[in-house]
């Protein structure tokens, strides 16, 4: 898509839901009322009733972070070196002023989505469905600058890292890794702004990745550092950390890193916003409302189901689909009688991945993507 006209949609999107004050800024989680619910450590997770619009506003995006967030440095450089013609520095002033400005509206989720429903629990930051959201992203096409620096054919893989690096101390630095094929596509970006603003802090201020369809361990922070190099870093966040077992293993199995491959992109998957467990709502019209997205391909369609998975029906679309990007889903129906009812909700992306009732079980509990199910009342 254009730029201009991603922008649209994305402040379309905005207009049509309501905006935070931005005094509910950067690193004032917990105070004023911010309603970000606390998992642990430096991790926020967004309330999924926020989950019924195209863009998650700034102040309620979850956050994710394993070191904590650094200083904030407008004029920091990011420093392209290695494998490449040219070693390069840019501040975001240059990168602006040297690079054509594109923006994509596009899904960030943790690789850490619904780890705390699987059994046995695994170990690892308790998330639920809330680490999760869809932003319009503001930048420049890293393979844009990528070129301007002349990747050597002998470059496989890009060492990621940012300025939290300053505040690892004695836990493992968060460096990451992105392979050249991937960082040559147009829709990686490097990101200044979010949501029509300049990208604040909390999110990786003033610069950060953006890789669409991959999950949120890829969207480097605070970045400062990319270095080509034929292998992957032996770093900690790349050799034990972001694995998945080859082959699905059996519920409470260890597996040994060399069994492992790296997660990338993440699943087809749906979060219901309304209703919500435990909801009353009064006789009569019914609406169930969330997101539908997959890593892997847009969006094909989204069921619902109101007696425990026997008949399924489908829900409407809205928005455009694409490849990360998420759509809301939207179904009505009559409830007559007051009582309790149940809707499951099923999305299915245009390669043919459908949601499992349960994904299998994984050691470290990455990509949950099973039916999300909720009961409410219905009261006369
Ligand atoms: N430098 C740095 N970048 C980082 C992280 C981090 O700890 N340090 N966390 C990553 C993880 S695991 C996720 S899920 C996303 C979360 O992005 P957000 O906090 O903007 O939602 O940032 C990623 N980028
Ligand atoms: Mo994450």
Known sequence: MKRRKLLEAGFTALAGGWLFPHRLAAGTVGKEGIPLLH????????????????????????RASFLGVPPYRPDIKLRVDGLVERPLTFTVADLKRNFEEVS?????????????????????????????????WTGV????????????????????????????????PFVRFLPVERALQPDVLLAYGMNG?????????PLRLVVPGWVGSFWIKWLTHIRLQEQEPDAFFVREAFRVPKEPVKPGTSVPPELTVPVTTFPVNSVIARPQ??????????????????????????????????VWEEAALEGEGGVGRWQIFRYRFEAKQPGTYQVIVCATDKKGNRQPKEPPWNPKGYNWNGWHTVVWEVVG
């Open 277 to 310: 467990d435990g909801d009353r709502i009064p006789v009569g019209v019914q609406e169930v409302v969330g997101v539908a997205y997959s890593g892997k391909a847009p969006i094909a369609k989204v069921e619902v189901s109101l007696d425990n998975g026997k």
């Open 39 to 62: 998992v642990g450590g430096h991790n926020y997770e967004t309330p999924t009733r926020y989950f019924d619009r195209p863009i998650t506003p700034t102040p309620v995006f979850f």
């Open 197 to 205: 603003e300049t990208l604040p802090l909390v999110h990786g201020g």
């Open 104 to 136: 994509i509206l596009c899904v960030n989720q943790c690789a850490g989505f619904g780890r705390s429903l699987y059994r046995p629990k695994t170990q690892g930051t308790p998330w639920g469905r809330g680490c999760v959201g869809q932003a319009l």
């Open 141 to 172: 096409r890293l393979a844009d600058v990528l070129k301007k620096a002349g990747v050597k054919r002998s470059a496989a893989y890009l060492q990621t890292q940012g300025d939290d690096l300053s505040l690892a101390d004695a836990k493992p």
